[in-house]
């Protein structure tokens, strides 16, 4: 089992930046891919960024591209993502997720564990 807690969302103006984190407990993550997505007011939640865990390479969705940047820490066994440049569009809840994966995948289904959510308000 794995654990993970978000932290780190708010309200922010637009081109402003937020910091989340998502702490990870009950596993080592050496094996395991972690992931953000986000789910708007009625929308399907959606893959924003990954980061396989073991080398630290990661991939994003083209909406955050050059905008967000998602990295972890192996001491604190925390992922964050880092989003600057925000705009309202990337309001939402923002999940992190583990999958038990040798690569990234971005269907929401394919991710064993979950957090509870943080929500990013960007206003205009």
């Known amino acids: 089992q794995v654990q993970l807690v978000e932290s780190g969302g708010g309200l922010v103006q637009a081109g402003g930046s937020l910091r989340l984190s998502c702490a990870a407990s009950g596993r080592t993550l050496s094996r395991y891919v972690m992931a953000w997505f986000r789910q708007a007011p009625g929308k399907e939640r959606e893959f924003a960024a990954g980061?396989?865990?073991?080398?630290?390479?990661?991939y994003y969705a083209d909406s955050v591209k050059g905008r967000f940047t998602v990295s972890r820490d192996n001491a604190k066994n925390t992922v964050y993502l880092q989003m600057n440049s925000l705009k309202p569009e990337d309001t939402a809840v923002y999940y992190c997720?583990?999958?038990?994966?040798?690569?990234?995948?971005?269907?929401?289904?394919?991710?064993?564990?979950w957090g509870q959510g943080t929500q990013v308000t960007v206003s205009s």
């Open positions: 980061v396989i865990w073991s080398s630290g390479i990661t």
């Open positions: 997720a583990a999958d038990s994966s040798y690569r990234i995948r971005t269907l929401q289904a394919e991710y064993d564990y």
